[in-house]
């Protein structure tokens, strides 16, 4: 298996609601990443998880709270999110240690906030 | 702080032309680098991975080169096809454990 996994693709939610990505991977990868990608603009490091431990936060406000509940499964929970927030979230995994192996990215869950 | 710059910030082009993307970064200290395709809406393809210690890498009609020395990486596209259009992104790793850098990217366009 060499794919990173996310669902749902696509999500629209209210301001006031509660709502959870999901990534998985099953590559042994040890690293787990969470990336915004506004529309034609590059991915933005959100959250980084290096050996299940969040590593790197890149100062993201509070309504984004991620969680890392194994090796494996990545989420990121939303709550309370502005019209702003609304943009392209990719998962991606990696080695910890190896510069022979690079990022493997899903194929991102489409957010919109209404 | 890291920054990675990618020229042109977009190229239109006949089909078959052979093309250059170019990407230079500000720290040479790289783990590693990747070239990345991503379609409309779509999620990032891993293109080509160049260690620090490698010069270039191939695959298929791709060709990416690495000079760590001077900060530079390109990827050469040869006989350009309609399904090559796409946003190319170019990433780099700065050691092991930190995330990846991207440029802002370069969008192709090859027309028939």
């Known amino acids: 298996d060499t794919e990173v996994t996310q669902t749902p693709k696509h999500l629209v939610m209210g301001m006031t609601n509660k709502k959870s990505l999901k990534c998985e991977q099953h590559m042994g990868h040890r690293a787990m990443y969470w990336y915004k990608q506004k529309a034609k603009k590059p991915p933005e490091l959100m959250f980084v998880?290096?050996?299940?431990?969040?590593?790197i936060n890149e100062s993201v406000p509070s309504r984004f709270s991620p969680e890392c509940p194994n090796s494996s499964l990545l989420n990121l929970h939303l709550h309370a999110l502005q019209p702003e927030d609304s943009a392209l979230y990719l998962c991606?995994?990696?080695?910890?240690?190896?510069?022979?192996?690079?990022?493997?990215f899903g194929s991102g869950t489409r957010l919109t906030v209404v | 702080k890291q920054e990675v710059t990618q020229i042109p910030a977009a190229l239109s082009v006949p089909e078959g032309e052979n093309l250059v993307l170019n990407c230079s970064f500000t720290d040479s200290a790289i783990y590693n680098l990747q070239w990345f395709r991503q379609d409309p809406g779509k999620g990032l393809t891993s293109l080509l991975l160049?260690?620090?210690?490698?010069r270039e890498q191939t695959s298929g009609r791709l060709n990416a080169s690495l000079d760590k020395s001077s900060g530079r990486s390109t990827l050469y596209i040869a006989a350009s096809q309609p399904g090559d259009s796409a946003t190319y992104l170019c990433a780099v790793r700065g050691q092991a454990g930190t995330a990846l850098i991207f440029g802002k990217g370069t969008t192709l366009s090859v027309s028939s």
């Open positions: 991606a995994s990696s080695q910890v240690q190896s510069t022979g192996h690079g990022y493997t």
């Open positions: 998880y290096s050996y299940e431990k969040l590593s």
């Open positions: 160049i260690q620090s210690s490698q």
